[in-house]
C-alpha cells in the first residue's frame, strides 16, 4: 500500500503563487504516472496535471502557463508550481499515483483558496 503525504496548501490573493507538494512512501513499484486533481465545492474532481516517468507532462487548458507540474524520482515526490492564480483556482487539490495493474493512490487533499 501507498501513502501519499501532500503539504503546500493555503490561502494566497488573486495573482500570487503556491507550491504544492505531495511524497509517495510504503509499497511503491513503480510511480508510473503522478499527477494532481482538483475539486471546487459543488463540482467534480477534475484533472490538473500528470507526468510520467520519462517526464512527459499534460494539463489542463486552464492551467497551461500558470502552473508547472514535475517530480523528483529519487525522492517518490511531485510538485504542482502554480502562479498567477485566480480565484476559480479555489479547491481542494489532490495527489494522485498510478502504479499500473489497477493500482492508484489518492492523497487526502490540500485546501487551495485564492481570493480576488
Known amino acids: 500500500q501507498v501513502q501519499l503525504v501532500e503539504s503546500g496548501g493555503g490561502m494566497v490573493q488573486a495573482g500570487g503563487s503556491l507550491r504544492l507538494s505531495c511524497a509517495a512512501s510504503?509499497?511503491?513499484?513503480?510511480?508510473?504516472?503522478m499527477g494532481w486533481y482538483r475539486q471546487a465545492p459543488g463540482k467534480q474532481r477534475e484533472l490538473v496535471a500528470t507526468i510520467n516517468l520519462g517526464g512527459f507532462t499534460r494539463y489542463d487548458d486552464s492551467v497551461k502557463g500558470r502552473f508547472t507540474i514535475s517530480r523528483v524520482n529519487a525522492r517518490n515526490t511531485v510538485y504542482l508550481q502554480m502562479n498567477n492564480l485566480k480565484a476559480e483556482d479555489t479547491a481542494v487539490y489532490y495527489c494522485?499515483?498510478?502504479?499500473?495493474?489497477?493500482?492508484?493512490?489518492w492523497g487526502q487533499g490540500t485546501q487551495v483558496t485564492v481570493s480576488s
Open positions: 494522485n499515483v498510478d502504479q499500473g495493474m489497477g493500482y492508484v493512490t
Open positions: 510504503g509499497s511503491i513499484t513503480s510511480l508510473r504516472v
